[in-house]
């Protein structure tokens, strides 16, 4: 029976993981997964999750099954965090669902398409995050792409991105990054998000933001103004948001699917067709993840313990990528100060897959074959030998 089961590849990202683990080189640079590391290569836990998981060990009583939608605290919490003081917020026209991680927000926004909008599709920029393909793709969801970088990958090419939206159909769906593109770490602009937003409302397009970064660019306010401001147009679309990253919360998978939608009543419709693709895949979401999250986003102390935090993380990415460039420059002149352009943890460095397989065997430097570097990587003791 599972003999004709067909060999397939090992992921690409955690495949090299393994390969950096067992690498006995004591000087060896791990720049592959997309995980904070701080100064010291470590992935630490926020002080105000240590904080609010202590509160809910005082407290918690019970680890009876969450419901479909998951923690109601969390959903509306989530909610606020990504729509702020919009009128979609302020009038209930959203429908906020708990998932595993924001892989899982992806995921059920796949079955949605699959299920409601089979003649639709959806166009992908590439280079995209790997799994964004296998997860559309598994669910039988048309897909279309155009190219996200110029030919060199040291640019944004929106002019593929403007020529896709020319060529789509009324209905199809785009995918699109919120902040801190992955792999690229290239943003939209405001006004190209505004000639965005006219196609969205002409071709009634359904946008799906991939927001994993929120307060990892700027701030936590001006990382979602593509969803605010479309918010505000009073166009509809999903959000497939997580909080591995802003909360440091990996292991626990905490993510949110969120559909915007013209009012109440069509969000409320939405939501329950959403739980009931839920109920066949997973049934509910676990607690642990969510409590914490709404634990920190309910208490005004611990919010801003979070705040200041999360100024840190961002504030050291910023700096290393800063570093890495100007220890770039003294060596190679000023042929990376493109990467000056790019935000978050990422970035693409236009490297060769020759080169990196030549970084990787020659060096026990780790990164994708892409040329894609996370930036958090890098620090005070590795950066000269990295250059």
Known sequence: MFESIPKVPPDPIFSLVDRFRADPNPDKI??????????????????????????????????????IGGLEAFDRATAALLLGETQAFENNCYTCIQTPGGTGALRIAAEYLDKLRPSAKLWIGLPTWANHMNIFSQANVQISHYDYLDKSKTALNFESLVEALDESTEGDAFLFH???????????????WEIIFGFVRERNLLPIFDCAYQGFRESLE??????????????????????SKNFGLYAERVGALTGVCKDAAAADKLGAYLKSLIRAIYSNPPKHGAGIVATVLDDPGLRESWHAELEEVRNRIGSMRRLLVDKLSQQLGDQFNFMLQQNGMFSFTGLTPAEVDQLREEHSIYMLRS???????????NVDRLC
């Not at 919120?178 to 190209?192: E, K, R």
């Not at 990382?223 to 997580?242: H, N, Q, T």
């Not at 894609?372 to 890098?378: F, S």
């Open 371 to 381: 040329g894609r570097v996370n930036v958090a990587g890098v620090n005070q003791d």
């Open 222 to 243: 001006t990382d979602v103004f593509p969803l605010r401001r479309m918010a505000e147009l009073g166009s509809e679309f999903l959000i497939c948001s997580s909080n």
């Open 30 to 67: 791990n720049l592959t997964v997309g995980v904070y590391q701080n100064e010291q290569s470590q992935t630490p836990v926020m002080r105000c999750v240590k904080q609010a998981e202590e509160r809910l060990l005082e407290q918690e009583n019970t680890k009876n099954y969450l419901g």
């Open 178 to 192: 919120t902040c801190c593109h992955n792999p690229s770490g290239f943003d939209l602009a405001v006004d190209q």
